[in-house]
């Protein structure tokens, strides 16, 4: 059965930092890794889809990468803003189909001015 | 973003009263979803459509039932809502099943007393 894993649970920074948040996941066989944004009190905002055949995508400060391999991908996002402060989810897409969509429980970010 | 909406966004219940949500999209996706948001349990899929009045059961199904009689609307049913039914409930979209991105509504927080 497929696990996703997010370690740290919460983070808090220093506004201007450069910080990555983890997602690890137990089988290799997925379609894709989708990484996604939880305002409190609001729906996910998808921010990165990777699919399996991908190591990477960037979207204006984040980027993501995976590594099926070692079952790990990660959220880079330079020069944090207070904006940023959020729940990252990352789901991975189980090679069952999209009903296998399994989601991690998120880091909680917080970004300081 | 897709457009999806969840109606309603707020309601309280009490124990063994029917609760329909309603989740309305735009984007003529063939693929919808009903999960719930609990702490420490992260998203869980409820109910899931590949088409018209063709749904399937997810993780946490019992107690809950779906239709949709039309591409844009699914809706979640609670037959007699208990308090554990309480949670936020999300709907989601996507337009392939594997490859897809995948697209939120808000959310319906549901206090069932």
């Known amino acids: 059965k497929q696990e996703v894993t997010q370690i740290p649970a919460a983070l808090s920074v220093p506004e201007g930092e450069n910080l990555v948040l983890n997602c690890s996941f137990t089988d290799s066989a997925i379609y894709n890794l989708q990484w996604f944004r939880q305002d409190p009190g609001k729906g996910l905002t998808s921010l990165l889809l990777?699919?399996?055949?991908?190591r990477e995508q960037t979207s204006g400060r984040l980027n993501a990468s995976l590594d099926k391999s070692s079952g790990r991908s990660t959220l880079y996002i330079a020069a944090s803003q207070p904006g940023d402060s959020a729940t990252y989810l990352c789901?991975?897409?189980?090679?069952?189909?999209?009903?296998?969509?399994?989601f991690g429980k998120g880091t909680k970010l917080t970004v300081n001015p | 973003d897709a457009g999806i909406t969840q109606s309603p966004r707020h309601k309280v219940t009490e124990t063994g009263t029917p609760v329909t949500l309603r989740c309305h999209q735009t984007?003529?996706?063939?693929?919808m979803y009903w999960y719930r948001q609990d702490p420490g349990h992260g998203l869980r899929l409820i109910h899931y459509s590949y088409g018209v009045k063709d749904t399937d059961k997810g993780e946490v199904s019992d107690g809950y039932s779906v239709s949709r009689s039309k591409t844009e609307d699914f809706l979640l049913t609670l037959e007699s809502a208990t308090s554990s039914q309480t949670s936020v409930y999300f709907c989601a979209s996507s337009g392939e099943v594997n490859t897809g991105e995948l697209f939120f509504g808000e959310g319906s927080r549901l206090t069932v007393l």
């Open positions: 984007e003529n996706h063939r693929y």
């Open positions: 990777i699919q399996s055949s991908q």
């Open positions: 789901a991975v897409n189980d090679q069952g189909g999209s009903e296998k969509l399994v």
